[in-house]
Every structure is written in structure tokens, then in C-alpha cells.
């Protein structure tokens, strides 16, 4: 059954009567005293939370927190070693997604649980599957009912799309699609605006806020204190495992929650003071990169980062972002355009001609290209200089230099480990990153480049790696930040540059930056126009 | 300690019991042969006795753990760079080629320059045996297993060609190379123990010293452990995978020389060797450590230099010893289950390193 | 015309490259058949990869898997001989022993596949150290028995015969030397064009499919609409394994009539270079495999037409070991041109944890 935005009222039937005003109706979901335990950690610690019909209720909380942890215990993926979950006020057991998904339950989990490779009609078919006799797939059937579905929510899309070939933002809306397809009565949704635009956000606001009109129950699970004052009715607040809070948004303020879902009074922000820019460090002269599959993916992009500034780039995740910083680092070739770095031509140089250059590189992702995790902390403390005296005398490592060395850059970066010879996968992502922090901040340099430096980590972490950012811009450094996070580049650049479609699009001081409209000219490059519907598909299937 | 050896330790026994119910009920299958429980004793008491019976036996041994060495040292230190190495067996093959050739050429040379020469040559006739599949991988992202398994075919018939036509000695009815005469290593121990035996140890020395004492040491661990790191960390993996498949097939074809220079001392169409498979078992059982190989490798070298005797003595095929090698490498790989049914805590099972190997198998050309 | 093609022959070199389509327009009909029968158990291999592939178990054991179904159809047909008898059932040469022969061949595969897929989505051990297990133990147990089997050299039930396709067929203009190549052919050679077609429409056409598909992509993304990811991954590597066992019937039941040791000879190996040529579709995969091995069957064809002029003069002056390596050089060569530009599943081998552990 699937109901229409525009004619609820026609449709109340059974939702009608589970109101929130309804006072003898049992909550639509009630999860009592989970608890859940992985080795050395309770994610979950006696947590009760319950959710009314047509009710929108955020669970806030940090990173690692335990929100995803308990979805995943409602959603089946997880057991629970203790608590019970009820729906309707009956008690239920969810063994896995498909009793879930038969109950009503539906997840739109925070990496997108999409096939790439497949098209928009296959990845919603996927698991129930609109059928032609016993063996084959009623493409033609499923077509129709899925242009429907979209026609109802307001948007049009293209079946036959490949779903790796859609902006995020619509891929957000095909997951949605894929739990309306299903016939969803209970809509968990796990940081869904991560990645989003701000115009974007509240598009998905609103189709969640005219999902709740219809009765279904909507849980959504984020860190962002505003969004979820946003959107919610009601807030629950969840720090390491346990509940420590319940609010309702006319209640309470950022402020407030901050306190309750950190444990102390936190500094939203971190003062970044003034900046001197000086010389410019940086510079970047039409250049075009491409990516794997051939395609240009950076075009004509000048930029100017000078030492004692902090440069910023915004954007929707796969604007080229990416590929610019590959191509700064040395990690890819541009195929046009020049990049100087204090004057010397680095546009071909190596990974390790651009490191000697006096240049260093967060990656965005630690574990894949920052870290060797089975490696002890001191072998990736000198991971990029291993090579160099002190560390390496001819062909010979130096081992006293490297657990010398290793010892002193943990303690002054506060990378919390029993010891230096531990693996660096036995670390918290928070201590791993600051482990990254540690090795690449610790020299005199000309540049250095940040990408998503704080994706996923505590706010503790999130505070130091800040810190420590503006400590390096203050000392001469110039400081190239990538961000998704558009509250992270605001928050820490002198100026912002908004990258779209491998182009820069505008360049704005970060003082006097206004957040809407950064956020418009993320989703459209700054045309005056809606985004395509389906965004550079190209040809599709 | 415990912790290191217990699975290995565990994995051999329970391989000895698996080889003795194969032995009991390959008589059921077997027509009209009579049932005799006591056989895996009678077998296994004849494969001790033909790997440490005597003076004589416990050389042989020696002798037959020296190619295991080297063998499992070259698949051991592909693996280090995240590269699974099964063309071990074409290596050894176009090392004894290489050797043999070489030994024809010198024999009349003085030994001093002749072992030397023979064995640099049977070096680089693995070497390039592995710079093949290095390069393709490296380059154009072909997996090294299809290559290298693929090379071992050919390697057999590069043997049948030129044993039968370059190498082979005129005037002979049969297809077989002269004798490498003074470029044949000398025994150093007993009747059978050749220089071999001392060179395995000293290939032994320089492999742990490359490894965890130098910076190309390094850099081979931190390509197979992450080569994504490794680019972003200035490494180049191309040249590192190059360089260890060149170097892994070096050492396989070393094993190859001194089985011709120290055994057999000239070669048929129908040299074979059963060091392919034994030197992978070797290197995953040694847990990819030198020293653990070493000790690896004198199991396997006593299996093997044992099944003659167990062959005369209680009539059970030498394939028995494959069928060892094969379950104690399945208790190993199966070590998840193995630590819950001992209930060992904290035990390691070294395998670790291998976990890249998969993860590129069929992927792209090595990142540059 | 005739005078076009002599000169044609004659310029130097290019002339070669004529002559050698001559040659090959010129033997094809006879040789077709022989092509599809040298392709069959690599056929049957690299679809046993599609198979696995297609939902992220990479096994590298097929060629174990092959070398065990070989050994066991032998054997099994040697001990069913005295006991069921080998009358002649009509069609195929098929006798009561050799048909239950071949049907414990395929479950020997399967229940070796059990192993490999216990080790690679149970244990979660390396796939590729799983599949080379899988080939040792094939080897060496398969050497063991045969060693003790063959000292009494016994009879075995025979071996499936090749079907006789009426002359009206064979000689029909342009399609007839395809259907002869098709139709001239045994029970297993003649059922993999059909497990082909069948297997690629399934495969893009199905649920059984769009579900394989997913769990070797995006196999979290399969377990959170309710698809039980493990489920499908054995499932397919058991299935897989019976085309990998058919592979090593063929070649003890119908190409031969007898067990040698190690005789599959590494077409396990190149049945998986077949499938990535092939780009993990079950009709690129054969495709590829008839390619790699009309070179094999040219080289025979050499033997006993022996090709006129300077060519002729070339190809039988070339040892004769080369032809016998030709598919496995190919391999190489095509691996190494092709690989870069084809892609796998995204989720090829890599195991799968249930729960998630954060």
C-alpha cells in the first residue's frame, strides 16, 4: 500500500488511529534495556527508547556514541545480548533484514547500501522482486510501479539509470524509494545529510515530514545539534552506550544538547583568530585532471593558497574534489595546467619529490592510504621518511631513532596507546587519525593538505585536529582544507572556495560567508536553476 | 612461544591422524586387499626411520631440506610483498635449466669458478622466470597466480625442447645432458651432504636481514601490507613488486641449481620436482618467517627424504606426502576452528600477511 | 581468381599472414570440432568461475576440483562396471555404469566445492590459499589412490562416444560445418553450449541472477534488503562445482576412457583466464575458451595437413612443445593485454562478515 502526500486525508485508515494524541495506543516501536557488547567495548548499555506513530524521532549522539549499533540491533544486522524490542506493544525477535523488512522496518543506512553497478530499477527491485512467473523479473511491471512511486513524492527518475552514475542526493532518494517500494511503516535514517547540500537537506525534510503526516514513524540518527531541531518531535540523547537525556525541541536548545551528548560544556567552535596570509605557497594555474575511467573530472581550476592561511573547499562529495588533491600531492597526474609550490614547478612531481617540497598530505581516508594498520605505530610514524636520516642510515634502518622519535611525537600529539610497537589497528579511529596528525604536522612545512580530516571521529578529536590546524596556519603554514562537511569548512577557513563539477565557482572570505549560499552554489554551481533531475547520467544502462 | 608454534604443532598432528584413516580406508576401497589397521604405523615408522634412522638417513634429510629452504624463501618473501608465488615449480625448473647449463659449459673449469658461475646462473634463470609475471602484474595488472601457474606449463616443455635438443649429448640413444662435472658442488657432510645445505642457510641470513633490516626491506613489507600507503608514502610498487618476483623467482631457481649441482648432476626431459607446491606449504607453515621456514622446510625435507623407505618398506605411494602437506595447510588455513575446538586463547595463526592476496587478484595494474 | 591468391601468397610476410587464413578457412570444418572438444573442460571451468566470480568467491581450486571428478567418474565406473554392466543404453556409447559414474563425478565436485566454500565464506579464510589447499589435496590424494589402483591395472566402464549427425546437416551450405561442430560431439561437449545459453540468461534475466549479482557486488547492501549473503555464496560455489566436476568427467569419461595422473594439465587455470577475457559472462567465457584453443587444434591439424609452400615449410620446423603450450602462453598474453580493462565484481573475493562489528 503506498500512500499519497497529497491526499491524506483520503487515506487515514489504519494510521488514523495511533495519533500521537491517541493516549491508550502502544508506541509503534519500543526498544527496552539493549545492551550489546564487542570485546572491550558495551556499545549499547541498557538503552529504552520508543517511537509514536507519525512521529519523527532523532537519537542524537556522537560518533561511536552506539546510535548505529542499536539500528543495526533493530534492523536485524546485530543481535542484542540483552533488552527486547516491541512493535505495537508486542514483543518481537528481528533475526535478520528480512524480518525486519517484513515487519515494516525499513533502513536507509549512512553508506548508501546501493550496487553501483546497477540501475535504479534493480537496486529497488533487489530482495523483492517483482516477478514474472516463478524464475524471471518483471522489468516492464516494476518500472511502472517504481515512476509512480516517484511521482508521488514529487520527483522523477529514471529507472534504467546506473545508480553509480547519480548525484548522492538522488541516490538518497532511490534508498528512500527502495524502503517505500517495501511498503515501509518504521523509516530509520542514519546520518542522512552527511553528504548533502543544505537546499538538499531540507528537500529530504520534507519528504520525511510528509512521510510522518501519512503515519509512518521516522527515526533519524545524527551528531548535527540543528538539524536535529529541526526536524525532530522528539529527541533522545545517546553517549557511549547509554541514554543520558530525553528532550523535546521546544525545550531545549544547542547549547543544552551539546552538553548532554559530549558530557561536558563544549566549545561549539574553536576561535581560529585572526589570520596573516603572506606569500603565496600555492598555486594552481588551469589545471585539468582526470580520473580512473578517463573522464576530466578538474577543469581550469586557479587557486591561490598563501603560508599563515587557511584555504577551504567546499563541495558535494565527487565535485573533483578528489582528483585536485591527488594531483597537488603527486598522486596523479594532471593532464593540463601547472602547479607551483613556493615558486618551484611540482605539476609532474612524485609523491615524494612533492613530501620533500615541504608539503604534507592528510588523506580522507586513513586506513586505506594513511595508515598501514598491521604495522606497529613507530613503522607508520615514519612512513613517509623511513628513508631520511635519522631513521635510515645508507641501506639500514635505524631502529633506536624510529622508537626514539615515535615516543615523542605520541606524547606531544596525545595518541592515546599502551605503547609505540602496538599495531595501528588496535587504535580508536579518533587515536588513528591523530597517529596521521602526528607524522605528517610534525616538520616545517609549506603546505599542507588536509581531506576530510575529522570524518567519523569523537569531538574530542575533532577539537585537537582543529587546534592543531590553526597552530600550523599561525606558523607560516599555508593550509588546504577538503571538506564535505561544509559546518567544517566554515568553521576553520580564511577563505572558502566552492568547487562544482570540476570547476571553481567562487571564491568568498570566510569570515563573511553565508551558509545558504555556499550551499546554493554546492547543489548548482551558481546557475539559477533546479538540479537536473537525474544529474549527469549520460547514457545510462 | 606457545603462542606461535601451537597451531602448526596441532595442524601436523591432526594431519598424521588424517593420513593414517586415509591409509586404513584407501584398503576398503582398494579390490581384494586385505584390511590391515596396524598399516599407519608400519608407514609411519618406515618414513621415520627413512628420514632419521641413521647417519646416512639424517643427511639426507639435510639434503632434501635445503631446496625447501630456499623454495619456501622465495614464496615466503613474495608473500611479504602481498604476491602469491605458485610458479615456484617453473622457477626451479628454468634454474636447474639455467645451472645445468652453465655446469655443461664449465666443466672442465676449475671448481672455484665453475660452482659459482653455475649457481649465478641458475639464479637468474629463475629470476627471469619471475620477472615475467612481476612485470605483467606490475604493468598491465595480470594476477601473478595465472601467470606464474601458467609459466610452470611451459617451463616443462622449455625443458623437453632444449634437454632434448641443445643440451642433449651426442651419441646417447636417450634424450639427457652431459654431466656438469667440476661445477657439481661437494659434499660436505656424510655421503649425500652437499654445499647446498650450508648455501639454504645463508640465504637464510640475507632474507631476514633484507627484510626486517633494511629500507627496501621495508618498503617490500609495506607494498604487501597496504599498496595504497606505500604510493602515498613515496614507495614505488611497481618496481617493488617487479623487483621481489625477480628476486622470489632468483631464489626458487637457486633450489633448482643446487638440486642439479649437489643431486643429480645433469638432466632429463622428464626432470620433475614436487618443489612447487612444497615450497608454498613450506612458506605458510614457516608463517612466511625465515626461521620458520627453516624449520618448516626440515619437516617437509624429512617427509619427503622418508616416503622412499615407506614406499619399500610398507608399499604406500610417496603421494601420501602430498596428502600431508595438503591437511596440515587445511588445519592452518581452518585455525579460527582449530582455537575455539583447543580452546586456544591469544594463539596467532601468521597468516596474516597474506591478507592483500586476494584483495588483488584480477584487479588493476600495481598503482603508480 | 586462383592467380589473385598466388600472388597474394607471395609477397614476403604479409604473404605468411594470407596463407595462414587460407590454410585455416581451408581446414576449419574438419578442425571445428576438435576445436569445441579441446575447449570443453576449459569451458566448463571458466563457467564454474563465472559462477563463484559472479557472487564474490574467487576459487582458484577448479583445477582440483576437475583432477577429483576425473579420478572418481574413473574409478567409480571401474568398481560400477562388474556390478550395474556396461550394455550399450543406445545414444552416446552410455552404459548403466558409466551413466552413475558421472553422476558420482559431479557429486565428488560438489562435495569438494563444500570444502573450498566452508574455507572461504565460513572460515573466512584467503580464498586463493582456500583454492591452492583444494589443488594440493587434489593432487595428492587423486596420486596416492591411483598409484596404489593402477598396479592391477583394471578395466574401467568406457566412455561416452561422440554423436553422428546426418550427412544432410553437416553438408548444408555455410551452416553446415557450424552444426557439425556443434552436433559431432558427446553427451558433456554437447551440454555445455546449453549450460551456456541457459546460465547467461539466468544470470542478467533472474532473481536467482540480479540476487548473485548483488551478493558479489555490494554483498552488505544484498544482507540489508534481506538476502542471505552467505546462503547464496555457497549455493553458487556448489553449483559451480558441478560444472568444474562435468569439466573433469569429460576428460576421463569422454575425451578418454582412463585416469592419468595430474591430467587436467592446468585447465582449471586457464579456464579462469577464459572467464575474465570473458568478462565474467558465461558466453564471453566460452568464447574465449574456443579461442584459446584453436591454436591446439591448428597445431594438430598441422600434423596431418601439413600446409603447402613456405608456411607449411615454418610450422612443422617449430618444436613440436610450443603448439602444446600455445593456450597457456595465450593466456598469458591475452591476460595481460585484456585484464586492465576488465573488471570484476566489485566484492571478488573478499569474505563476509555478518555482523558488523562497530
Redesign the interface.
Same mark, same amino acid.
Given at each position: 500500500m503506498f500512500l499519497s502526500p497529497f491526499a491524506t486525508e483520503a487515506v487515514m485508515t489504519i494510521e488514523a488511529a495511533m495519533t500521537p494524541e491517541a493516549p491508550v495506543i502502544a508506541p509503534a516501536l519500543e526498544m527496552r534495556g539493549i545492551t550489546k557488547r564487542?570485546p572491550g567495548v558495551v556499545?549499547n548499555d541498557h538503552i529504552d527508547v520508543e517511537v509514536r506513530p507519525g512521529e519523527i524521532h532523532a537519537l542524537l549522539g556522537e560518533n561511536?556514541a552506539g546510535k548505529?549499533?542499536l539500528m543495526?540491533i533493530l534492523?536485524g544486522?546485530?543481535?542484542p545480548d540483552e533488552g527486547v524490542i516491541l512493535l505495537d506493544g508486542r514483543e518481537t525477535t528481528i533475526a535478520?533484514?528480512?524480518?525486519?523488512?517484513?515487519r515494516g522496518i525499513n533502513?536507509v543506512?549512512q553508506h548508501f547500501?546501493?550496487?553501483?553497478?546497477?540501475t535504479v530499477a534493480?537496486?529497488i527491485?533487489?530482495?523483492?522482486?517483482t516477478?514474472a512467473g516463478p524464475?524471471?523479473?518483471d522489468r516492464k511491471e516494476a518500472h511502472r510501479r517504481i515512476v509512480e512511486l516517484g511521482k508521488r513524492f514529487g520527483f522523477e527518475i529514471d529507472p534504467e539509470a546506473k545508480v553509480g552514475s547519480l548525484s548522492v542526493g538522488w541516490q538518497q532518494r532511490v534508498e528512500i524509494l527502495?524502503a517505500l517500494y517495501r511498503d515501509a511503516r518504521i523509516l530509520v535514517l542514519d546520518e542522512p545529510t552527511a553528504v548533502l547540500t543544505p537546499q538538499e537537506t531540507q528537500e529530504i525534510f520534507a519528504v520525511l515530514r510528509r512521510l510522518a503526516q501519512e503515519g509512518h514513524s521516522i527515526v533519524f540518527i545524527s551528531h548535527k545539534l540543528y538539524e536535529v531541531l529541526d526536524i525532530a518531535d522528539r529527541i533522545t540523547v545517546i553517549r557511549r552506550g547509554k541514554v543520558v537525556g530525553q528532550r523535546l525541541p521546544s525545550e531545549t536548545d544547542e547549547d543544552d544538547l551539546a552538553a548532554l551528548m559530549v558530557g561536558r560544556n563544549v566549545q561549539l567552535t574553536v576561535d581560529r583568530g585572526d589570520s596573516k596570509p603572506a606569500d603565496v605557497a600555492l598555486e594552481v594555474r588551469g589545471l585539468e585532471v582526470k580520473d580512473d575511467r578517463g573522464s576530466v573530472v578538474v577543469q581550469g581550476v586557479d587557486l591561490d593558497v598563501r603560508s599563515g592561511e587557511i584555504l577551504g573547499i567546499a563541495g558535494v562529495a565527487g565535485n573533483g574534489q578528489d582528483e585536485l588533491v591527488e594531483a597537488i600531492v603527486g598522486l596523479r597526474r594532471p593532464s593540463g595546467g601547472r602547479i607551483t609550490l613556493r615558486g618551484q614547478d611540482v605539476t609532474r612531481a612524485s609523491p615524494r619529490a612533492v613530501n620533500e617540497a615541504g608539503v604534507a598530505y592528510v588523506p580522507a581516508d586513513r586506513h586505506r592510504f594513511g595508515l598501514v594498520l598491521s604495522f606497529p605505530l613507530a613503522d607508520n610514524l615514519v612512513l613517509t621518511d623511513y628513508y631520511r636520516r635519522p631513521y635510515a642510515r645508507g641501506v639500514l634502518r635505524n631502529d633506536q631513532a624510529i622508537e626514539a622519535s615515535a615516543q615523542e611525537r605520541i606524547r606531544e600529539y596525545d595518541v592515546r596507546t599502551p605503547s609505540a610497537t602496538v599495531r595501528a589497528s588496535t587504535l580508536s579511529g579518533g587515536n588513528q587519525q591523530k597517529l596521521v596528525v602526528a607524522r605528517e604536522f610534525a616538520r616545517d612545512l609549506a603546505l599542507l593538505v588536509l581531506d576530510q580530516p575529522t570524518r567519523g571521529l569523537d569531538v574530542g578529536s575533532i577539537e585537537f585536529i582543529h587546534r592543531q590546524t590553526i597552530a600550523k596556519r599561525d606558523a607560516g603554514t599555508a593550509v588546504l582544507l577538503v571538506s564535505a562537511e561544509l559546518d567544517e569548512v566554515l568553521e576553520l577557513s580564511d577563505r572558502i572556495a566552492v568547487m562544482y563539477r570540476g570547476r571553481i565557482v567562487a571564491i568568498r572570505d570566510g569570515r563573511t560567508a553565508d551558509k545558504n549560499e555556499i550551499g546554493l552554489l554546492m547543489a548548482t554551481g551558481g546557475q539559477a536553476r533546479a538540479a537536473a533531475p537525474v544529474a549527469e547520467t549520460g547514457p545510462a544502462a | 612461544m606457545w603462542s606461535i608454534v601451537a597451531l602448526p604443532l596441532i595442524s601436523i598432528l591432526l594431519a598424521l591422524v588424517v593420513g593414517a584413516f586415509?591409509i586404513v580406508a584407501?584398503q576398503l576401497?582398494?579390490?581384494?586387499a586385505q584390511l590391515d589397521l596396524l598399516l599407519p604405523v608400519t608407514a609411519y615408522s618406515a618414513l621415520l626411520q627413512g628420514a632419521f634412522g641413521n647417519f646416512d638417513a639424517i643427511v639426507g634429510t639435510l639434503a632434501s631440506t635445503a631446496p625447501l629452504v630456499l623454495g619456501g624463501l622465495s614464496v615466503g618473501l613474495a608473500f611479504k610483498a602481498g604476491l602469491?608465488n605458485?610458479g615456484a615449480r617453473g622457477q626451479f625448473l628454468l634454474g636447474a635449466l639455467g645451472a645445468v647449463a652453465a655446469g655443461i659449459t664449465l666443466a672442465g673449469s676449475p671448481s672455484i669458478v665453475a660452482i659459482p658461475l653455475a649457481l649465478l646462473a641458475g639464479f637468474l634463470g629463475g629470476a627471469a622466470w619471475g620477472f @615475467?609475471p612481476g612485470l /605483467?602484474k606490475a604493468?598491465?595488472?595480470?594476477?601473478e597466480?595465472?601467470?606464474t601457474?601458467?609459466?610452470?606449463?611451459?617451463a616443462d616443455?622449455?625443458i623437453?625442447?632444449v634437454v632434448g635438443?641443445p643440451l642433449r649429448q651426442q651419441g646417447r640413444s636417450e634424450a639427457i645432458t652431459p654431466d656438469v662435472g667440476n661445477a657439481a658442488l661437494p659434499i660436505i657432510i656424510g655421503s649425500t651432504g652437499h654445499a647446498g645445505i650450508l648455501l639454504a642457510i645463508i640465504a637464510v641470513v640475507v632474507i631476514g636481514w633484507l627484510l626486517f633490516r633494511t629500507t627496501l626491506g621495508f618498503e617490500i613489507r609495506t607494498v604487501g601490507a597496504n599498496p595504497d600507503a606505500a604510493r602515498y608514502a613515496g614507495m614505488r610498487p611497481r618496481v617493488v613488486t617487479i623487483l621481489t618476483m625477480s628476486l622470489a623467482g632468483g631464489l626458487a631457481g637457486l633450489a633448482g641449481a643446487v638440486v642439479i649441482l649437489g643431486v643429480n648432476h645433469l638432466m632429463t626431459p622428464s626432470f620433475g620436482t614436487t618443489a612447487g607446491?612444497d615450497s @608454498?606449504?613450506v612458506a /605458510?607453515l614457516g608463517r612466511t618467517n625465515p626461521l620458520g621456514i627453516v624449520a618448516a622446510a626440515l619437516l617437509f625435507g624429512a617427509l619427503r627424504s622418508g616416503a622412499t623407505l615407506m614406499e619399500i618398506l610398507a608399499r604406500i605411494?610417496k603421494?601420501?606426502?602430498?596428502?600431508?602437506?595438503?591437511?596440515i595447510?587445511?588445519f592452518l588455513?581452518?585455525n579460527?576452528?582449530l582455537q575455539r575446538l583447543f580452546r586456544l586463547r591469544g594463539v596467532k595463526s601468521g597468516?596474516d600477511t597474506?591478507?592483500t592476496?586476494?584483495?588483488t587478484?584480477?584487479?588493476?595494474?600495481v598503482v603508480q | 581468381m586462383d592467380a589473385l591468391i598466388n600472388a597474394l601468397y607471395s609477397i614476403p610476410l604479409v604473404g605468411l599472414v594470407f596463407q595462414l587464413g587460407g590454410y585455416i578457412i581451408a581446414v576449419g570444418p574438419n578442425v571445428a570440432p576438435g576445436i569445441l572438444q579441446a575447449a570443453t573442460p576449459v569451458a566448463l571451468a571458466a563457467l564454474c568461475g563465472v559462477m563463484c566470480e559472479r557472487a564474490g568467491v574467487?576459487n582458484?581450486g577448479i583445477e582440483g576440483i576437475m583432477l577429483t571428478s576425473a579420478f572418481v567418474g574413473w574409478?567409480a565406473g571401474v568398481?560400477l562396471a562388474p556390478v550395474l554392466g556396461t550394455a550399450d543404453l543406445g545414444p552416446f556409447g552410455a552404459n548403466p555404469a558409466l551413466v552413475v559414474a558421472l553422476v558420482i563425478a559431479l557429486v565428488s565436485g560438489v562435495l569438494i566445492s563444500w570444502l573450498h566454500a566452508w574455507?572461504s565464506i565460513s572460515?573466512?579464510?584467503?580464498?586463493?590459499?582456500?583454492g591452492?589447499?583444494i589443488?594440493?589435496?587434489a593432487?595428492?590424494?587423486t596420486?596416492?589412490?591411483n598409484?596404489?589402483?593402477s598396479k592391477?591395472s583394471?578395466n574401467g566402464a568406457g566412455a561416452f562416444t561422440q554423436f553422428k549427425p546426418p550427412h544432410e546437416l553437416t553438408d548444408l551450405p555455410v551452416v553446415g560445418w557450424l552444426l557439425g561442430m556443434f552436433l559431432s560431439q558427446g553427451p558433456i561437449a554437447m551440454s555445455v553450449i546449453v549450460i551456456v545459453v541457459i546460465f547467461q540468461v539466468?544470470l542478467f534475466?533472474?532473481?536467482?541472477g540480479?540476487?548473485s549479482?548483488?551478493v558479489g557486488?555490494?554483498p552488505?547492501?544484498?544482507?540489508?534488503?534481506?538476502?542471505?549473503v552467505i546462503r547464496v555464496r555457497y549455493r553458487n560455489v556448489l553449483i559451480g562445482g558441478v560444472f568444474a566436476a562435468l569439466g573433469g568427467a569429460y576428460l576421463s569419461m569422454e575425451a578418454t576412457n582412463s585416469f592419468q595422473q595430474e591430467m587436467t594439465?592446468?585447465r582449471g587455470?586457464?579456464g579462469?583466464?577464459a572467464m575474465?577475457v570473458g568478462r565474467w559472462s558465461p558466453v564471453g567465457a566460452f568464447g574465449a575458451a574456443l579461442l584459446f584453443y584453436s591454436s591446439t587444434a591448428l597445431g594438430n591439424s598441422i600434423k596431418f595437413a601439413r600446409p603447402s609452400g613456405d608456411l607449411g615449410t615454418i610450422l612443422v620446423g617449430l618444436?613440436a612443445?610450443?603448439y602444446?603450450?600455445l593456450p597457456?602462453?595465450l593466456?598469458?598474453i591475452i591476460?595481460?593485454?585484456v585484464?586492465?580493462r576488465?573488471i570484476?565484481p566489485?566484492a571478488?573475493?573478499?569474505p563476509y562478515e555478518r555482523?558488523?562489528?562497530?
Open positions: 564487542y556499545a561511536g548505529t549499533t543495526n534492523y544486522l546485530a543481535r535478520g533484514p528480512s524480518d525486519a523488512i517484513a533502513m543506512h547500501m546501493l550496487v553501483p553497478v546497477f534493480e537496486n527491485l533487489l530482495g523483492e522482486e516477478m524464475i524471471f523479473l527502495k | 586415509v584407501s576401497v582398494l579390490p581384494g602469491f605458485i @615475467i /605483467l604493468v598491465a595488472g595480470a594476477h597466480v595465472v601467470v601457474i601458467m609459466l610452470n606449463y611451459i616443455g622449455v623437453t625442447a635438443g607446491f @608454498i606449504a /605458510l605411494p603421494e601420501l606426502i602430498d596428502v600431508l602437506q595438503a591437511t595447510l587445511l588455513v581452518a579460527p576452528v597468516l597474506t591478507e592476496l586476494t584483495k587478484y584480477s584487479g588493476e595494474a | 574467487v582458484i574409478y568398481l574455507l572460515v573466512r579464510a584467503d580464498q586463493i590459499i582456500s591452492t589447499i589443488n594440493i589435496v593432487v595428492g590424494l596420486g596416492y589412490l598409484n596404489l589402483i592391477a583394471p539466468l534475466r533472474s532473481r536467482w540480479l540476487r549479482r548483488a557486488e555490494h552488505r547492501a544484498a544482507e540489508t534488503v534481506g538476502i542471505d594439465t592446468g587455470f586457464v579462469l583466464a575474465i618444436p612443445q610450443l602444446d603450450a597457456y602462453l593466456t598469458i591476460l595481460a593485454g585484464v586492465g576488465s570484476p566489485a571478488d573475493g573478499q555482523e558488523a562489528t562497530a
